[in-house]
């Protein structure tokens, strides 16, 4: 495998972004919104100046068009790909906006207000602006289902949480219904779109798994004593539930019956009675020239036993104590998942579900900051650890693991966020103020 990197472009929060088509690749940079080719020399198409710098830049699913947006003054600003004249424009007055979205059908923009928590659906062929009311949150509880049919938003009235199901082109509602939790946390569909899985706050382990209709399908409590759950996952084929706990286990439910099927741990000490290899990241030697950027990761396999785990300190008095599991991916063909328990930040487990055992634990030099499981290469996962590095890996039939590393053939370029392409043939790699294309 090989890497071509682009040129350096400079970005504003991390805002570059490829669109749905891989086409383009857009990025924000104070007031203007710049539009490339998607390809190594990242050819300028269209430039637009903004009237306030861009927080947020989001591409519609059709990639036809693209909007831009400053939470503060409460404005956002639409362009298309096809007609380079039009221009739409919400603007919501003196009133902050969050979090900003798309429709499935490219046919509306979805946005929060900060005031009053309310829900604005703007439609782009009528400029009709609409509310929902009574909205939970601000940065979260809004989720379409994969087939965009649907749209559930979390709500709260009167001190309940309740469920609504609006109709993904119309907006019209479909179902609204109480569910049993104390202070829903979030929600996450289904690849089918059939089901809704819920959970509580982090003071419950409780999650809650709804049809569209309301109906309850489970209501699963893995343990009462504890802080409960910190990420939620479905596997791609839908068959599997993945619970990450604040207790540094993962709980797998079979969608099926919807039992427990088994708890993945994250022992700080690995014993010689686990079967597990353990790959300890070696730092090589500085390589001098442009012939020496790509090399092959150096990793030694540790076989003492028992081997201890260095662990963080978790600060419980703190919000969002760096405990539990953090990251929790399946493959996209549900084969592997991969797992980072946050109290050991630089270490990747990665489990094969057929045998719902650990296949191997890898020990990074920096702590772990994206897994990115390859969209369609069904076993390549690209590792960022926040320095000049990009690591790939990739499960062997075996039992073993490959692992390739890259380095930006730029100085000081520290990756901090990363993206694949829909088809998997090139990342967007950011820096703190840069951005660079990688083409495999």
């Known amino acids: 495998m090989n890497l071509s990197y682009s040129n350096l472009y400079k970005h504003t929060a991390y805002q570059a972004k490829i669109s749905p088509n891989g086409h383009y690749i857009a990025n924000g940079l104070d007031n203007r919104l710049v539009i490339r080719d998607h390809s190594k020399d990242l050819t300028v198409l269209m430039v637009y100046e903004t009237p306030k710098p861009v927080d947020y830049v989001a591409w519609s699913p059709n990639s036809e068009y693209i909007l831009t947006c400053n ?45 009053k928590l309310m829900l604005g659906i703007w439609d782009l062929s009528t400029s009709e602006l609409t509310y929902v009311n009574h909205i939970k ?32 082109g119309s907006f019209t509602q479909l179902e609204h219904f109480e569910v049993g939790t104390v202070d ?16 509580d706050s982090c003071l419950y382990h409780n999650l809650l798994v709804y049809r569209q209709d309301g109906t309850l399908c489970v209501n699963y409590s893995g343990y009462e004593n504890g802080l409960g759950i910190k ?12 619970i990450g706990n604040y207790d540094q286990t993962i709980h797998l439910l079979s969608t099926k019956d919807w039992k ?54 978790a600060e419980y008095n703190q919000p969002n104590p760096k405990v539990g599991i953090g990251l929790c ?23 094969k ?43 062997t039939e075996d039992e073993g693991m490959d692992i390739i590393s890259f380095s930006v053939p730029i100085p000081d370029f520290s990756i901090k966020k990363s993206k694949w392409n829909s088809n998997g043939d090139s990342l967007i790699l950011m820096d703190t103020n840069l951005f660079c294309l990688a083409v495999m």
Not at 329 to 341: E, G, V
Request: charged content about 20%.
């Open 260 to 313: 427990l099927v088994s708890i993945l741990n994250h022992p700080t000490t690995i014993t010689s009675s686990m079967n597990m290899k353990i790959l300890d990241e070696v730092i090589p030697a500085q390589n001098t020239g442009l012939d020496q950027q790509k090399k092959e990761a150096d990793y030694q396999i540790l076989t003492k036993r028992p081997y201890n785990i260095h662990t963080l300190r």
């Open 137 to 168: 949150y601000a940065e979260k509880g809004i989720e379409t289902s994969p087939d965009g049919n649907c749209v559930a938003v979390a709500r709260k009235d009167s001190g309940k949480d309740y469920i609504s199901i609006y109709h993904g």
């Open 231 to 242: 990420t939620v996952c479905w596997s791609p084929n839908g068959l599997l539930l993945a």
């Open 329 to 351: 991916q399946f493959s996209m063909d549900s084969s592997y998942i991969c797992s980072r328990n946050d109290n050991t930040p630089n270490i990747l487990w990665t489990w």
């Open 184 to 199: 829903m946390q979030n929600l996450k569909w289904s690849p089918d779109g059939i089901y809704i899985a819920i959970w």
């Open 71 to 115: 939470y503060e003054a409460g404005r956002i600003d639409i362009r298309s790909t096809i007609d380079t004249n039009w221009h739409g424009i919400i603007k919501e007055g003196r009133i902050s906006m969050t979090k900003v979205s798309w429709s499935f059908d490219s046919k509306k923009v979805l946005y929060i207000t900060e005031l």
């Open 353 to 395: 579900v057929k045998s719902l055992q650990c296949h191997t634990i890898v020990k990074f030099k920096h702590p772990i900051r994206q897994a990115l499981w390859n969209p369609l290469e069904e076993h390549m996962l690209v590792v960022i650890c926040g320095d000049e590095k990009t690591r790939y890996l990739q499960p």
